[in-house]
T-cell receptor
Framework: GQQLNQSPQSMFIQEGEDVSMNCTSSSIFNTWLWYKQDPGEGPVLLIALYKAGELTSNGRLTAQFGITRKDSFLNISASIPSDVGIYFCAGPPRAGGTSYGKLTFGQGTILTVHP | SAVISQKPSRDICQRGTSLTIQCQVDSQVTMMFWYRQQPGQSLTLIATANQGSEATYESGFVIDKFPISRPNLTFSTLTVSNMSPEDSSIYLC????????????FGQGTRLTVV
């Protein structure tokens, strides 16, 4: 099946710094989703991307759908301590049909923010 | 989005026993899914819970080990049968609100430890 390669695996940054992480696939994805998971919680949807080249923001978060449709990027500007958590990229393994809602996840990026 | 409640939130179980996890949604949803997140790992789809019919399992997961019920559009259960320590994971319920929608929302998860 399709696999998502997410990098970096972990990041240790100072409060106020910007963060960038990415996700790549060997095959085309029609949708890219970015989630954040806090300890002891389920993933929370941050941003959804549906078109190649699309750039979408949600507060200090900005995500882009790569033009090749095989990658996506998530940027966090001016990080704060509550940004700590695990960030996952995800996408449906196949377009349409019975695949709606069925997601393949990247390995996750663990973000640590030092005050 | 939707409010998705899972019970129990955590449990410690003896090997060889079974545990049933409940997922309750505050509104009717088209699709419900169950994921597993092994310690320090990403999320892996177990199965699609189909209303009124047998669940659809992903490769590597079988009904005898993970029986699933979905009696209506707001409720589903996942049973982890004949547990072993390797089943220690977080089990997550996920929903898609409308047909054709890719965005999935997650419950808070059930942290299972098998001793």
């Amino acid at each position: 099946g399709q696999q998502l390669n997410q990098s970096p695996q972990s990041m240790f940054i100072q409060e106020g710094e910007d963060v960038s992480m990415n996700c790549t696939s060997s095959s085309i994805f029609n949708t890219w989703l970015w989630y954040k998971q806090d300890p002891g919680e389920g993933p929370v949807l941050l941003i959804a991307l549906y078109k190649a080249g699309e750039l979408t923001s949600n507060g200090r978060l900005t995500a882009q759908f790569g033009i090749t449709r095989k990658d996506s990027f998530l940027n966090i500007s001016a990080s704060i301590p509550s940004d700590v958590g695990i960030y996952f990229c995800a996408g449906p393994p196949r377009a349409g049909g019975t695949s709606y809602g069925k997601l393949t996840f990247g390995q996750g990026t663990i973000l640590t923010v030092h005050p | 989005s939707a409010v998705i409640s899972q019970k129990p939130s955590r449990d410690i179980c003896q090997r060889g026993t079974s545990l049933t996890i409940q997922c309750q949604v505050d509104s009717q949803v088209t699709m419900m899914f169950w994921y597993r997140q092994q310690p320090g790992q990403s999320l892996t789809l177990i199965a699609t819970a189909n209303q009124g019919s047998e669940a659809t399992y992903e490769s590597g997961f079988v009904i005898d080990k993970f029986p699933i019920s979905r009696p209506n559009l707001t409720f589903s259960t996942l049973t982890v049968s004949n547990m072993s320590p390797e089943d220690s994971s977080i089990y997550l319920c996920s929903v898609v609100l409308r047909h054709g929608n890719t965005e999935a929302f997650f419950g808070q998860g059930t942290r299972l430890t098998v001793v």
